[in-house]
């Protein structure tokens, strides 16, 4: 079952402008993890914000986490062309090592 | 930088065959992990393996076998490759300690005709 739930699940935007992605979960969770995926490729690790963290910073990343609303945000400042893209939201459970990925929010910034 | 190396980029195959997709990573993680994605439905873990010779079934393992010999090789195995297995494969390795992220190769398209 999915655990992750990506909101919007498009978003276009000019570039220069900030995009904030949203992700809300339902269970428990050890750590939450933001993906990149261009088209046509794997995965790409952004950044992991564990439970008993709020905010993360790295560099225009920048991610929260709300345990107690079950949700964490993505945001993208001053976006560029490069940064179109699928981004994916995923959990890690306090139980076990799987990863539970959303259906992710595709993002397209136009020159 | 971690390396994780899928055997062929896009596959055709025939319904009923047997189907082999590798997948290598070359930084001694000890965890690895299979997953389909399609339009959708999002990515969904069909099995993982912990260890050598260990393996975990995912969310979708059924039609799906996997075989981990050695630590740096993690295989997905089509018994008898159908129409429904059509899909974009993806292979990642992450390290054993917690709350360490997962990383990708670059996916196989199979498509079985």
């Known amino acids: 079952s999915q655990q992750g739930e990506e909101d919007p699940q498009a978003l276009s935007i000019q570039e220069g402008e900030n995009a904030t992605m949203n992700c809300s979960y339902k269970?428990?969770?050890?750590?939450l993890q933001w993906y990149r995926q261009n088209s046509g490729r794997g995965l790409v690790h952004l950044i992991l914000?564990?439970?008993?963290?709020r905010e993360k910073h790295s560099g225009r990343l920048r991610v929260t986490l709300d345990t107690s609303k079950k949700s964490s945000s993505l945001l993208i400042t001053a976006s560029r062309a490069a940064d179109t893209a699928s981004y994916f939201c995923?959990?890690?459970?306090?139980?076990?090592?799987?990863?539970?990925f959303g259906q992710g929010t595709e993002l397209s910034v136009k020159p | 930088d971690v390396k994780v190396t899928q055997s062929s980029r896009y596959l055709v195959k025939r319904t009923g065959e047997k189907v082999f997709l590798e997948c290598v990573q070359d930084?001694?993680?000890?965890?690895m992990f299979w997953y389909r994605q399609d339009p959708g439905l999002g990515l969904r873990l069909i099995y993982f393996?912990?260890?050598?010779?260990?393996?975990e079934k995912g969310d979708i393992p059924e039609g799906y076998s996997v075989s981990r010999e050695k630590k740096e090789r993690f295989s997905l195995i089509l018994e008898s490759a159908s129409t429904n297995q059509t899909s974009m494969y993806l292979c990642?390795?992450?390290?054993?300690?917690?709350?360490?992220?997962?990383?990708f190769g670059d996916g196989t398209r199979l498509s079985i005709l």
């Open positions: 990642a390795s992450s390290p054993g300690e917690p709350n360490q992220p997962q990383h």
């Open positions: 269970t428990s969770i050890n750590n």
């Open positions: 914000i564990r439970s008993n963290e």
């Open positions: 995923a959990t890690l459970r306090n139980q076990g090592g799987k990863l539970i």
């Open positions: 930084m001694d993680h000890e965890n």
């Open positions: 393996s912990y260890d050598v010779k260990m393996k």
